[in-house]
């Protein structure tokens, strides 16, 4: 596996409190980008990243926020969670628009 | 609106027999195409990237397939094993100019592979 860490696998929070999901890769890849996973849908990009603090959103983004301060780490934040942001995250990297995307295994997260 | 339909949705087969997958993509302009395979519990896992030149790339027991004309592809599993259990997804990647490339995926096929 490409050398992506996600964490945590798994969180149980409640409706409205602050998450913070975390991505860190170790191939030093200069795009990273979260995803959300739901049945019935393709992955679907929230936010992605082409650089230390360059990022930029995806086709998902309402009520996530990300940050991106070293090479190695990519942040997802959702400020105050709802109960349609139960999903499954997969945090990915790449070298660029040919390459292949390397995933982490994802963060089952469930709002509740 | 960019959009990737796979085909079956699921199927189930016996270990040993062979398999094929469909793709078909409306994503314009167009990039390349990937497949990938989602084990459960796990991220996808890229198997083959085809750009619009090539029209059949191979990894092990897998050949995928690409007609740009079309805009149709396969996936082709050859001896199915017990470990092809899994998602197949097929994503395709647009040329819009951006350095990340847009990709839209397809729901995925999910394969059962029986004993």
């Known amino acids: 596996d490409a050398g992506i860490t996600q964490s945590p696998r798994h969180k149980v929070t409640e409706t409205g409190t602050p998450v913070t999901l975390r991505c860190h890769q170790t191939?030093?890849?200069?795009?990273m980008y979260w995803y959300r996973q739901d049945p019935g849908h393709g992955l679907r990009l929230i936010h992605y990243s082409y650089g230390v603090k360059d990022t930029d959103k995806g086709e998902v983004s309402d009520g996530y926020s990300v940050s991106r301060s070293k090479t190695e780490d990519f942040l997802l934040t959702l400020e105050s969670a709802t109960s349609s942001q139960t999903s499954v995250y997969f945090c990915?990297?790449?070298?660029?628009?040919?390459?292949?995307?390397?995933f982490g295994n994802g963060t089952r997260l469930t709002v509740t | 609106k960019n959009q990737v339909e796979q085909s079956p949705q699921s199927l189930i087969i016996l270990e040993g027999k062979n398999c094929t997958l469909q793709c078909n993509y409306t994503v314009s302009p167009f990039s390349n195409l990937r497949w990938y395979k989602q084990d459960t519990g796990r991220g996808p896992v890229s198997l083959t990237i085809m750009t619009f030149s090539e029209n059949t790339k191979s990894n092990g027991r897998y050949t995928a397939t690409l007609d740009a004309d079309t805009k149709q592809s396969s996936l082709h599993i050859t001896a199915s094993q017990l470990s092809d259990s899994a998602s197949y997804i097929c994503v395709v990647s647009d040329a819009g100019g951006t350095s990340y490339g847009k990709l839209t995926f397809g729901q995925g096929t999910i394969l059962t592979v029986h004993p």
């Open positions: 191939e030093n890849h200069r795009y």
């Open positions: 990915a990297i790449s070298d660029g628009s040919n390459s292949p995307l390397h």
